[in-house]
């Protein structure tokens, strides 16, 4: 009496038969994933069917998209900026990081330009000089931060001390900063340098092939 009661009450509550025909599953053979038993046999036959198993990561890919899995996740890239071929895994570090044709920003004028080109373009751009307002005197770029630590720190210490010990009930007036020095506009970079030596050369060239004609016209 007491089991047929049972089977009455599940029965009559469908969650209950629900959470029971959830809790059993079964691992399905090709794609080792828990599989509710009662769709386990019609899970197989499809998964083995359309489903495969990638050889390079163990993703379970649809058969026919699996050249596009490959493509996508694991084929190496030809880098289109240096035109090498890149491995997948270090793919995301070569565009950020080392690729050699990446563009990049110079930190002293965020002219940008390849990789390859920054340190050269920087040592020049860093001992360009700028007018410190504060200081009254010409600061290399490339030593403008640590000059504004160094000095401008300490020349703001040195004011707050004063202040406090010659009265500590006044506050102290903010120092009024000069505004930021202002960049020069674009200053000659080494491409546009080499473009323009480049365009005099050959109007050189030119010049000197057409005295030569000229030379000879005027020689017969
Ligand atoms: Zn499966
Ligand atoms: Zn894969
Ligand atoms: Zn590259
Ligand atoms: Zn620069
Ligand atoms: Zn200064």
Redesign the pocket.
């Known amino acids: 009496m007491a089991a047929a009661a049972a089977a009455a009450d599940a029965g009559s509550d469908p969650s209950a038969a629900l959470a029971a025909a959830a809790a059993a599953t079964s691992t399905c053979a090709h794609c080792q994933r828990e599989i509710p038993s009662s769709n386990i046999d019609l899970h197989s036959a499809h998964c083995a069917r359309n489903l495969q198993k990638c050889e390079h990561c163990g993703e379970m890919v649809a058969r026919k998209l699996m050249d596009e899995h490959f493509n996508e996740s694991h084929a190496p890239v030809n880098c289109t900026l240096c035109k090498e071929i890149v491995t997948r895994e270090i793919w995301d570090l070569h565009k950020s990081e080392q690729c050699p044709q990446r563009i990049v920003a110079c930190e002293y004028c965020e002219f940008e330009l390849p990789a390859v080109e920054l340190h050269e373009h920087q040592d020049v751009c860093g001992n360009r000089t700028e007018f410190?307002q504060?200081?009254k005197?010409y600061?290399r770029l490339r030593e403008w931060i640590g000059?504004?630590i160094q000095?401008?720190a300490n020349a703001n210490a040195n004011a707050n001390a004063s202040a406090q010990t010659s009265s500590a009930r006044i506050i102290p007036e903010r120092e009024v900063r000069p505004p930021p020095p202002v960049r020069p506009p674009r200053p000659m970079h080494g491409a546009q340098h080499k473009r323009l030596l480049f365009t005099i050369a050959v109007t050189g060239i030119a010049v000197m092939i057409g005295s030569i004609l000229f030379q000879r016209e005027e020689s017969f």
């Open positions: 410190c504060t200081c005197k600061v000059h504004e000095c401008h």
